[in-house]
């Protein structure tokens, strides 16, 4: 049985792979863009992270304890802004499952549960960004009851 818990400092070599998994598939939809092969975190980085409460990072492991995917989530709130609300958002900063462990229902598990994570903690709603690049993302996220919530858009000069 798969379980989602908080990540752990000796989970970080694990979160690095899957770091470079996601990278690529940027990289390999916008190479103009994503460096590839990288993460956007070192092992310094993910320590800090991992030990702040105000930016949760959940792992999904199998019953022999592998590590399949990951959520990376943060807190955000504007607050007196004159134009928006004071409303509590949990942002997904990322979401991965590994390339291994896709159709397993891993990222539904993660999702779900930041989902009941945000409830919990009393949260507004739960936001993210997709790259257009990744259409197997979208179509995921739409499935999971995502809908646009902005469009960012670009004209290559």
């Not at 400092?9 to 990288?38: C, T, W, Y």
């Amino acid at each position: 049985m798969n379980k989602v818990r908080r990540a752990k400092k000796s989970d970080i070599q694990r979160i690095l792979e899957l770091l470079v998994q996601v990278d690529m598939v940027h990289h390999n939809g916008r190479p103009d863009i994503f460096k590839g092969p990288a993460t956007k975190y070192n092992e310094q980085e993910l320590e800090v992270i991992i030990d702040d409460d105000t930016t949760p990072v959940f792992v999904c492991e199998n019953e022999d304890g592998n590590i399949m995917g990951h959520a990376f989530c943060v807190h955000k709130q504007v607050l007196d802004d004159s134009v928006l609300t004071d409303i509590k958002t949990l942002y997904i900063d990322d979401i991965c499952v590994d390339e291994a462990f896709r159709n397993q229902s891993v990222g539904k598990a993660l999702y779900q549960h930041v989902i009941e994570y945000a409830k919990d903690e009393g949260f507004y709603n739960v936001t993210l960004n997709v790259w257009s690049c990744n259409p197997g993302a979208i179509k995921f996220y739409e499935a999971m009851g995502l809908k646009p919530q902005k469009i960012g858009m670009e004209q290559i000069l």
